[in-house]
């Protein structure tokens, strides 16, 4: 019904740039809330940003300052610039979306994820 698809992944050096891309298809009225999460081996899972429909973006204090979130509501695609980064935001990477769509004649709203994408940074 509703897919996520991630890029952009890689290893790159401590304070090194990253983009990640997250983009939706499939049979959907909007997108709500859109977030990036990140796992790391042995820990929780953990919001890093979130942007609401019209462009309102919080974020993690540990990623304050260092990562952009932002969205492309035409190409119903959310991104994560993440700049100066850290061995500590090594992690998988997670796209995360609130979608409106039909379900039994009515609309409503379904929380989908993406695959996720593997972000490490070492030297």
């Known amino acids: 019904q509703v897919q996520l698809v991630e890029s952009g992944g890689g290893l790159v050096q401590p304070g090194g740039s990253l983009r990640l891309s997250c983009a939706a298809s499939?049979?959907?009225?909007?997108?709500?809330?859109m977030r990036w999460y990140r796992q790391a081996p042995d820990k929780q899972r953990e919001l890093v940003a979130t942007?609401?429909?019209?462009?309102?973006?919080n974020y993690a204090d540990s990623v304050k300052g260092r990562f952009t979130i932002s969205r492309d509501n035409a190409k119903n695609t959310v991104y994560l610039q993440m700049n100066s980064l850290k061995p500590e935001d090594t992690a998988v990477y997670y796209c995360?979306?609130?979608?409106?769509?039909?379900?039994?004649?009515?609309?409503?709203?379904?929380?989908?994820w993406g695959q996720g994408t593997q972000v490490t940074v070492s030297s």
């Open positions: 942007i609401s429909s019209d462009g309102s973006a």
């Open positions: 995360n979306a609130d979608v409106l769509r039909d379900s039994v004649g009515s609309i409503r709203q379904f929380a989908y």
């Open positions: 499939g049979n959907f009225f909007s997108i709500n809330h």
